[in-house]
């Protein structure tokens, strides 16, 4: 069983920020490895072969995934074995070890904008920046909005990766307390 005192403090929070906001998940899955803190990446290949592998093997009749045994060698391209493996642990051997990490939510990223846009001193800029929030692809127009202005885009960037980094922390808190309570409801 895993307990909080296994999270270490070398967590990539770069790289947990970049698989947050990897909202779309079609190519890619990411999994935090709550011993080492490496963020694990996984292709939709891999993790589609693997649930192939787990549904000709699991039985209705065992309770549990932890009781699934393949019994008989899947043909797997040897590129891909480590992976597969690595992928199977994830999801049936050592759950506890790793945790799956969410995509942003919209709402954040969206408030992030609206507060980043009300930092500015330029009313013009601000204004732009608000009008650009509603309807579809606003986080894309955002960022455009701000290619022209250098400063302005460097301090959002800035701005978003602290607002990003307290996310995660948020999210690292939730999942220990997740660990040690239960789940909750």
């Known amino acids: 069983m895993w307990d909080s005192s296994q999270m270490k403090n070398h967590i990539d929070f770069d790289e947990v920020q970049k698989a ?15 011993e080492t803190g490496e963020i694990i990446i996984l292709s939709e290949d891999i993790i589609n072969k693997a649930q192939e592998i787990l549904a000709e093997s699991y039985d209705d009749d065992i309770g549990d995934f932890e009781d699934v045994e393949v019994e008989e060698a899947p043909v797997i391209p040897e590129w891909m074995e480590d992976e597969i ?17 969410p995509e942003r939510n919209p709402r954040y990223g969206y408030n992030t904008m609206k507060a980043f846009a009300g930092t500015l001193g330029d009313e013009t800029l601000k204004e732009t920046l608000l009008k650009l929030l509603d309807g579809k692809n606003a986080f894309r127009r955002f960022k455009d909005a701000l290619e022209p202005f250098p400063k302005e885009r460097k301090l959002w960037y800035g701005f978003n ?3 990003a ?21």
Do not use: C, H
């Open 20 to 34: 947050m906001e990897d909202t779309v998940r079609d190519a890619f899955d990411y999994f935090l490895d709550r």
């Open 85 to 101: 493996e690595l992928a199977l642990d994830i999801f049936i051997y050592e759950k506890d070890r790793y945790v799956r990490i």
């Open 161 to 163: 990766a602290k607002t």
């Open 165 to 185: 980094r307290d996310e995660i922390a948020d999210w690292l808190k939730s999942i220990v307390f997740e660990q040690e309570n239960g789940p909750q409801a």
